[in-house]
């Protein structure tokens, strides 16, 4: 079993990325997986489950914090696998932040300040809704969002998206040394399945809150951020700070997939319970010997 899921997993996983090119990810695969909804739900509850217990490990032991990036497309599904995946974890132990676009004071910093001021403390996950990569993604599509920006003019030129990939990366590696485990998901729908989508929250009344008019106006760039994507991906890529390039044409299959690889990583972290020292020891049984009178 566990090497089927390490084989699912590498399927999806980006360490390299050199020659990177995501048309050879296909929105609706499913490693040849096959299973009834009931099915699907069941296996989640197992992964949530030993997610749950990972995490309260994590949190216990306080060293390291382990931090989940979400990307997509419009109506990929990040907020559903965030519901699911993190459904079993320990509120206190977890912390999800979704960034909009940024406001005046955020405008006044540099891009990176805003997601610096939100990662995980120590023995917590933290869980970014979009991120930094905003800003080699929209930014890089909507030149406005880039003169709000209030950059010196002489910084405004033609690397400037490869300069701030390179300090993406860096800041990625600076993170895994103090014990901050980056991983990033691109949860990769097809323009088929989110017209899809779309449809279905314009004819379903309890869904008409999710839909705006501006996610059919960023549909019309869809090869753009398609690019930037790639582009993305290939330049911060890397082992310590790896991408999953996870298909989300199948919902069930996009969450067993998160849940999977998050479990993975924290399997990775010797993570276990401090041990009780025998001083602690005597202490604990002068405790009970105490409470039992």
């Known amino acids: 079993m566990e090497d089927r899921i390490e084989s699912v997993l590498s399927r999806f996983r980006v360490e390299k990325g050199a020659g990177f090119r995501l048309k050879d990810h296909k929105p609706d695969d499913t490693a040849g997986l096959s299973m009834k909804k009931s099915e699907a739900s069941a296996l989640l509850k197992r992964g949530v489950d030993i997610l ?6 994590l949190y216990a032991q306080d060293r390291w914090s382990v931090l989940c990036i979400f990307q997509a497309m419009d109506a990929a599904g990040k907020d559903g696998a965030i ?20 406001n005046t004071i955020e405008l006044d910093h540099d891009f ?30 909507h030149p406005a969002i880039l003169e709000s920006q209030k950059l010196p003019p002489r910084l405004l030129t033609e690397r400037i998206w490869q300069d701030r990939l390179e300090d993406i990366a860096a800041y990625e590696r600076y993170l895994g040394r103090q014990g901050v485990v980056v991983l990033k998901f691109f949860l990769n729908i097809s323009p088929e399945e ?12 309890e869904k008409n809150w999710k839909f705006s008019a501006r996610d059919v ?33 199948r919902k ?18 010797d993570l276990h319970y401090p041990v009780v020292t025998e001083e602690q020891k005597r202490a604990l049984v002068q405790a009970a010997e105490e409470l039992g009178a």
């Open 112 to 141: 990176l300040w805003r997601h610096a001021k939100a990662l995980p403390a120590r023995g917590q996950i933290g869980i970014h809704n979009r991120s930094w990569y905003e800003e080699v993604l929209v930014a890089r599509i």
């Open 52 to 57: 749950a217990t990972q995490q309260d490990m």
């Open 217 to 249: 106006a960023e549909r019309r760039h869809w090869d753009d951020y398609q690019a930037a994507y790639q582009e993305a991906i290939r330049a911060t890529a890397t082992p310590g700070a790896p991408w999953y390039v996870v298909p989300a044409d």
């Open 83 to 102: 519901k699911h995946v993190f459904s079993g974890v320990n509120p206190q132990g977890c912390h999800v932040v979704s960034f909009k676009a940024p």
């Open 252 to 269: 069930w299959f996009t969450r067993l997939v998160v849940a999977a690889a998050i479990a993975r990583t924290l399997e990775s972290l």
């Open 194 to 205: 989110q017209r899809l989508r779309f449809l279905k929250r314009i004819e379903e009344p």
